[in-house]
Every structure is written in C-alpha cells, then in structure tokens.
T-cell receptor, first 111, second 115 residues
C-alpha cells in the first residue's frame, strides 16, 4: 500500500513568519513530487513540483526533497493570510501514472 | 498553467436519477484524465484513470457500472453517476495531463448533492 502522510494540522503561524509543511512517503520508487494548495470549497492548484534531491525555490515557496529519508517539505516565507489553505502533497511512482495524495495539512496564517 | 474546465459546477438531483459531469481541457490535448472524489474535510480519492480511446481503469472499491467514464476525445471526458443516492453526494474533481507530462492540472470541481 503506497502511502503519503502529512500532519493534518491546523498549523498556525503569524503573518510574515515561515510556514513549514512536511510530507513523508512509503514508496521508494517514487520519482515525482508535487505540492498543491486547496482553498475551502475549491479544487487543488499546483504550487510546485520537484524531482531531484535538494531545494527548489519559486518566489516565496521552497520545496525540499530528500529521497533517502523519503521526505519532502514545503517552506512558505513571509506567510500571508491569503496563504491560509490546505496543502496537499502528491507523489507519483516511476511505475505508474497515478498520483497518491496525502491527507493535506491545513495552514492558518494569523494577521 | 494548463486550463481544465468542468460542467456543471454544482448540481442538485433527486435520488435515483443520473448525473453527467463534463471535464474539458481547454488549451491542450489531454491524453489522460483522472476523476477524484472528495468528501468534506477529507483528502482526494482517486476514482478512475481514463486514457483517450481506452476503457477507464477504476480504483479498487469504485463501481464501474455506477460511475461511467467516457474519454472519447483528447479534450473531453465525462463521468456519469448512475442512479445517484445521497451517499454519492460529494465534490467531484477531474484532472488532466498530456503525453509524458508529469503534472496534473485540476478542473474547478463539481459539487453534487443528491436529495
């Protein structure tokens, strides 16, 4: 059973702080990793993808991947109230086309 | 990013009726479309994967005779919930990808309420 785990939260951070979201996965064959943001009542929207070990930065977002530890994280710098949402980690195996989504972490950025 | 639309965005129907949901890729040819269901405060659950021109592959526990999926063209996939019951009430979301592309782009979702 391929699993992706995330802390459900809620994770509360003050405005301007760094929010750190974590995700672990069980399938060592996983090759592609994604972070999606989902606002309440809306569908997920892609924030970032990462494929190689290390950091990948895009604006205020940084994804970090450690395949040896089977761990992927998302850092949000200078958090804004508009970042308050559920963040979904998704993992794709090299052997299939399907994604496995984690349960999501609810982030609340307090003004 | 790529644009995926869904129609309708919201539907309310009586128990026993069938409901069709359309998913369209607007600016690319989607070789693969995915259908998800999401209950309140829960994560996405993949229902099925459909490749254009092929039969859909259903996840374990998803009744293929109840959730009919058609992917007849590279820009359109449909999900029909047959003989809907209140327990089918959920948020149905499609996503699409193309070729060897690794990323899924999601439609806005369809909220189904069965009375």
């Amino acid at each position: 059973q391929k699993e992706v785990e995330q802390n459900s939260g809620p994770l509360s951070v003050p405005e301007g702080a760094i929010a750190s979201l974590n995700c672990t996965y069980s399938d060592r064959g996983s090759q592609s990793f994604f972070w999606y943001r989902q606002y309440s009542g809306k569908s997920p929207e892609l924030i970032m993808s990462i494929y190689s070990n290390g950091d990948k930065e895009d604006g205020r977002f940084t994804a970090q991947l450690n395949k040896a530890s089977q761990y992927v994280s998302l850092l949000i710098r200078d958090s804004q109230p508009s970042d308050s949402a559920t963040y979904l980690c998704a993992v794709r195996s090299a052997y299939g086309q399907n994604f496995v989504f984690g349960p999501g972490t609810r982030l609340s950025v307090l003004p | 990013g790529a644009v995926v639309s869904q129609h309708p965005s919201r539907v309310i129907c009586k128990s026993g009726t069938s409901v069709k949901i359309e998913c369209r890729s607007l600016d690319f040819q989607a070789t693969t479309m995915f259908w998800y269901r999401q209950f309140p405060k829960q994560s996405l659950m993949l229902m099925a994967t459909s490749n254009e021109g092929s039969k859909a592959t259903y996840e374990q526990g998803v009744e293929k005779d109840k959730f009919l999926i058609n992917h007849a063209s590279l820009t359109l996939s449909t999900l029909t919930v047959t003989s809907a019951h209140p327990e089918d009430s959920s948020f149905y979301i499609c996503s699409a990808s193309w070729g060897e592309a690794d990323t899924q782009y999601f439609g806005p979702g369809t909220r189904l309420t069965v009375l």
